[in-house]
Nanobody, 124 residues
Framework: QVQLVESGGGLVQPGGSLRLSCAAS????????IGWFRQAPGKEREFVAA???????RYADSVKGRFTISRDNAKNTVYLQMNSLKPEDTAVYYC??????????????????WGQGTQVTVSS
């Protein structure tokens, strides 16, 4: 069982930066794949970025070159550094975990554990 808690969301101007954190409980966190997803009002939840237990990463085309996912297994935490933010990045951001796959999946249905989400608003 893994419990996930996101933090770091907030209001930022276009072009600004935020760093989201996903803190996890559990002794085997280092073996979990972690994904970040987001959901804007009236839209489906979509993939943002993911990192495998070995450190392989994947990104949605819309965030490549602007967002960076990383993990600190000693702190049981995964980070999402978001730079050059745009109004279309506004959404609730969720982290998700899965302990059964060795890759960084883009499919939300591959993840078994989810956090409660953190709001990111990009507006002037």
């Amino acid at each position: 069982q893994v419990q996930l808690v996101e933090s770091g969301g907030g209001l930022v101007q276009p072009g600004g930066s935020l760093r989201l954190s996903c803190a996890a409980s559990g002794r085997t966190f280092s073996r979990y794949a972690i994904g970040w997803f987001r959901q804007a009002p009236g839209k489906e939840r979509e993939f943002v970025a993911a990192i495998s237990w070995s450190g392989n990463t994947r990104y949605a085309d819309s965030v490549k070159g602007r967002f960076t996912i990383s993990r600190d297994n000693a702190k049981n935490t995964v980070y999402l550094q978001m730079n050059s933010l745009k109004p279309e990045d506004t959404a609730v951001y969720y982290c998700a975990a899965d302990g059964t796959m060795s890759w960084a999946s883009m499919d939300l249905y591959d993840y078994d554990y989810w956090g409660q989400g953190t709001q990111v608003t990009v507006s002037s």
